[in-house]
């Protein structure tokens, strides 16, 4: 078994589709149908249509605050792949693709990028619990859910996602060390996509990899191409199965890149350059998947533009309903920060609520 055995301070990040789409590493390939390579494909197609469409949104002023996952789909869609229903899921802010991979509605995912908290109450069967805004802290909700699991005799597995820029914070420290001593079904994937806003990961840590990491807490710690999305389907089944049998947790540190911005407030070209972009570019983990995809027959030119056209109405149609329903009253985004509003916050209300009144909304 590859996490048994792999050696986080020598052995190579692990690869199985190159940036050509090519099978590299057979051996590792996991046995995925069609139908289910599909459901991955698509999902990550999905995720980068609503990232472009969203962030169209946000520069008209019609939405707040919005973390896009460019170039992360592989990295949140081939993990999410991996997980059973019934597994809990704890995310970071970004993991757009392991939400809809899981059967969030697109409708709860809106509704909570615009301010109201009750896009975050999933559907049951979605057990995605809501994003904790403090960095880290949902490493220690995954431990604890592992944990409550156990205590009620039953063998769900609990993944907790987070940054490069979380692994700093002293949750991370906890989270590994009380789920390792516990021997907790856990699975930690750290998604490092090298930045923490514009602190680089290698400010973050003297470490050479974040994998190592792990050797600290006697748990297995793995690189994979964060790119690859068969790569991070094919370990963390294997750590979501380990989990499952009573063998423990993993942390996976999944090799990736962050090509768009932080969020909608941050401007990127400030830190870094964009030729260092353009690599990355060419390293896309959906153009590679498509890639594969075709060659192998399953996916080709017109199915492709069939599916982005249909999917981009369908976002643009559930964009305009929240929009329109009023269902965000711009009070939620204001009430629960403190008890009282300070001057700037209710300056900043005031301005919104001057620009809506002008808008007509
Ligand atoms: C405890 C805490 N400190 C600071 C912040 C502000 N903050 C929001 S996102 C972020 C960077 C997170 O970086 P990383 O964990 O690498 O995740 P990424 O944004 O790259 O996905 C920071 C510092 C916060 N939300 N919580």
Redesign the pocket.
């Known amino acids: 078994m590859l996490l048994d055995t792999y050696n986080p301070l020598v052995d190579e990040m692990v690869q199985i589709m190159d940036k050509e789409g090519k099978i590299v590493n057979p051996d590792l390939m996991p046995d995925l149908t069609p139908e289910e390579m599909l459901k991955m494909y698509k999902t990550m197609r999905f995720s980068r249509i609503i990232d472009e469409k969203t962030l169209q949104y946000q520069r008209q002023g019609r939405m707040l605050t919005y973390?896009p996952n460019l170039g992360?789909e592989a990295a949140q869609v081939g993990s999410a792949a991996a997980i059973k229903q019934t597994d809990w899921v704890a995310p970071?802010?970004?993991e757009l693709g392991v939400w809809l991979y899981k059967g969030a509605p697109l409708h709860n995912i809106f509704l909570y990028w615009f301010g109201n908290e009750m896009g975050m109450h999933m559907p049951k069967e979605v057990r995605i619990v809501p994003v904790s805004?403090?960095?880290?802290?949902q490493m220690q909700h995954a431990t604890v859910l592992a944990f409550a699991a156990r205590y009620r005799g039953l063998d769900d597995v609990a993944i907790a996602y987070?940054?490069?820029?979380?692994?700093s914070?002293g949750d991370f420290h906890e989270a590994l060390n009380f789920a390792s001593v516990q021997n907790t079904a856990n699975v930690f994937i750290i998604?490092?996509?090298?930045?923490?806003?514009s602190?680089r990961?290698e400010i973050?840590t003297k470490a050479k990899t974040i994998a190592q990491k792990a050797i600290g807490y006697g748990i297995p710690g793995i690189l994979v191409d964060g790119n690859d999305v068969f790569a991070m389907y094919a370990v963390t089944k294997e750590a979501v199965d380990r989990a499952r049998r009573g063998d423990g947790p993993s942390l996976i540190e999944a090799y990736t890149y962050?090509m768009g911005a932080?969020?909608t407030s941050d401007d990127p070209t400030v830190y870094r350059k964009d030729e260092e972009v353009e690599v990355w570019k060419d390293k896309d983990p959906i153009d590679r998947f498509r890639k594969y995809l075709i060659s192998e027959g399953h996916w080709d030119e017109d199915k492709e533009k069939e599916y982005s056209d249909e999917r981009a109405q369908f976002v643009k149609e559930t964009f305009e309903t929240i929009e329109q329903s009023g269902e965000v009253p711009l009070e939620d985004i204001f009430d629960h920060v403190y008890a009282k509003r300070t001057p700037i916050l209710e300056a900043q209300y005031q301005l919104k609520k001057a620009f809506f009144e002008k808008e007509g909304k």
């Open positions: 973390a992360q970071s802010f970004r805004v403090p960095i880290a802290s987070v940054g490069d820029g979380g692994t914070q998604q490092n996509n090298q930045f923490a806003i602190t990961r973050q962050r932080h969020t």
